[in-house]
């Protein structure tokens, strides 16, 4: 008797997704018409390497699609590769979290940002970045200001020394003089320190003060060759001021603040 066979029909496979595009995390550009490869240690121990065109290039990564939170360790890679860069030369910084589409996305906008690019990278080619802060080192920083300005203790003691409770407006009018009388001071001792610090640099950038205890922050860009002469002058800034005052200078740096080119990504 014959045995009959019967063919099963092959199982359907579920259709295959496509594999996740990933973008390309810019870094910095440099002028440099060849590309290279820097090292696996990008964001997420990417590969660093350069993208050219014309007569410069993007250093970038290749990372995932989706949102790249901004961790510490991704912060510290963003700028360990800015640091190697800045061995060699001054590169144009770019924040943390700058992404385009595809490498492709990136040489186009370094050929429509050609001639920007490279006057930025002119402008700040041999030199650093070099940060100042300086802080009131005082336990109270309204309490030094009653001490040190008649005007505000005058208010201070007519407004909020009575016997009854001081009304929402008297506080409001105390914390208004109070805050006109710090940024006069805030205005009064960068115009010292930077008739002081102008000599050894070539721009200074004036930055927002971050908390009332900040007296000044001043971003410097200076010649990597007058590095020494514009660490003098931080001390002779320094000896103009009382000991209710700490200076703290940093750097170097990538030149963030003295970068204005609109990427258009």
């Given at each position: 008797m014959g045995q009959t066979t019967t063919a099963k029909a092959p199982e359907k496979q579920p259709p295959s997704q496509p594999a996740a595009r990933g973008r390309t995390y810019l870094y910095a550009v440099i002028g440099d018409a060849q590309g290279r490869t820097y090292g696996d240690f990008g964001v997420d121990g990417r590969k660093v390497?350069?993208?050219?065109?014309?007569?410069?290039?993007a250093v970038v990564s290749d990372v995932p699609s989706g949102t790249l939170r901004p961790e510490r360790s991704r912060l510290a890679a963003h700028q360990e590769v800015l640091k190697k860069l800045m061995a060699e030369a001054t590169p144009l910084p770019m924040s943390f979290g700058i992404l385009a589409d595809s490498p492709q996305a990136v040489r186009n906008m370094l050929s429509r940002n050609q001639h920007a690019l490279r006057e930025q990278l002119r402008r700040v080619a041999g030199k650093v970045e070099m940060g100042l802060r300086v802080t009131w080192d005082v336990p109270n920083i309204f309490e030094y200001f009653v001490n040190t300005h008649p005007e505000l203790r005058l208010a201070r003691d007519r407004?909020?020394?009575?016997?009854?409770?001081?009304?929402?407006?008297?506080?409001?009018?105390?914390?208004?003089?109070?805050?006109?009388?710090?940024n006069e001071d805030r205005e009064a001792y960068a115009d010292k320190v930077e008739a002081i610090l102008a000599p050894h640099c070539f721009e200074i950038?004036?930055?927002?003060?971050?908390?009332?205890?900040?007296?000044?922050?001043?971003?410097c860009l200076v010649e990597r060759a007058a590095m020494p002469q514009f660490e003098s002058s931080v001390f002779e800034a320094a000896k103009q001021f009382d000991n209710n005052f700490a200076f703290d200078y940093n750097g170097p740096w990538a030149p963030h603040n003295f970068v204005e080119v609109d990427l258009e990504l």
């Open positions: 390497y350069s993208i050219p065109a014309g007569k410069v290039a407004l909020l020394g009575g016997q009854r409770e001081p009304t929402q407006e008297q506080k409001i009018e105390v914390g208004r003089l109070f805050e006109r009388l710090l950038e004036p930055n927002k003060c971050r908390n009332e205890g900040e007296a000044l922050n001043l971003a």
